[in-house]
């Protein structure tokens, strides 16, 4: 199992980012996918999650209306577009699939 994220960046604070997570190494569309994020010297917080078609999202209250998690099935992709980003977004992002596996991260910065 292998996953990579990508798109983390610095942005300012309304700014919008679309993060990716490309998976293989296994069957991707037999498994949910979620998004975690980390402070440094805080626990890994839980953001969201889509069922192995797409056809079911969930989120924490704190990022619910402005994230948006995403699949496609072909490419074998998890996203998450954040819109109207604060400095409390800033984080690295991780993508995680059940059974322990987890992407390397990607920072995001959210700051004027």
């Known amino acids: 199992v292998r996953l990579v994220e990508s798109g983390g960046a610095m942005v300012q604070p309304g700014g919008s980012l679309r993060l990716s997570c490309a998976a293989s190494?296994?069957?991707?569309?037999?498994?949910?996918m979620m998004w975690y994020r980390q402070v440094s010297g805080k626990e890994r917080e839980w953001i969201a999650t889509?069922?192995?078609?797409?056809?079911?999202?969930n989120y924490a209250d704190s990022v619910k209306g402005r994230f948006t998690i995403s699949r496609d099935n072909v490419k074998n992709t998890v996203y998450l577009q954040m819109n109207s980003l604060e400095p409390d977004d800033t984080a690295v992002y991780y993508c995680?699939?059940?059974?322990?596996?987890w992407g390397q991260g990607t920072q995001v910065t959210v700051s004027s």
């Open positions: 995680y699939r059940i059974g322990d596996f």
């Open positions: 889509i069922n192995f078609s797409g056809s079911i999202t």
């Open positions: 190494g296994f069957t991707f569309s037999n498994y949910a």
